[in-house]
């Protein structure tokens, strides 16, 4: 089982980025997925989760307007469409499937782990 991030790069403040996060080894159309986040010497935290079926979502209050959250369970993959990105977005973004389907903002509730993918944004 397998999830793989990625999309990530170095940007400018405000530009825009979208994250892909593509499962492999088993289906995840009845998981909830989330994107978490750490930054150097910091906690990873959440950033925003989906349910199995992408209706529905939730936010960290730091992204809450800027970032959004889907998933296609065709093709096995969530995205996260990020906005208006600010130097302290910067961070590794992590992909993550949880055994739950409703939304879930623990990493404790998390089962699976994607390698992450690093966002730089500059000021």
């Known amino acids: 089982v397998q999830l793989q991030a990625s999309g990530g790069g170095l940007v400018q403040a405000g530009a825009s980025l979208r994250l892909s996060c593509a499962a492999s080894?088993?289906?995840?159309?009845?998981?909830?997925m989330g994107w978490f986040r750490q930054a150097p010497g910091k906690e990873r935290e959440f950033v925003a989760s989906?349910?199995?079926?992408?209706?529905?979502?939730y936010y960290a209050n730091s992204v809450k307007g800027r970032f959004t959250i889907s998933r296609d369970n065709g093709k096995n993959t969530v995205y996260l469409q990020m906005r208006s990105l600010k130097p302290e977005d910067t961070a590794v973004y992590y992909c993550?499937?949880?055994?739950?389907?409703?939304?879930?903002?623990?990493?404790?509730?998390?089962?699976?782990w994607g390698q992450g993918t690093l966002v730089t944004v500059s000021s």
């Open positions: 993550s499937a949880a055994a739950a389907k409703v939304i879930v903002t623990s990493t404790r509730r998390y089962d699976y």
């Open positions: 989906i349910s199995w079926s992408g209706g529905s979502t």
């Open positions: 080894g088993r289906t995840f159309s009845n998981n909830a």
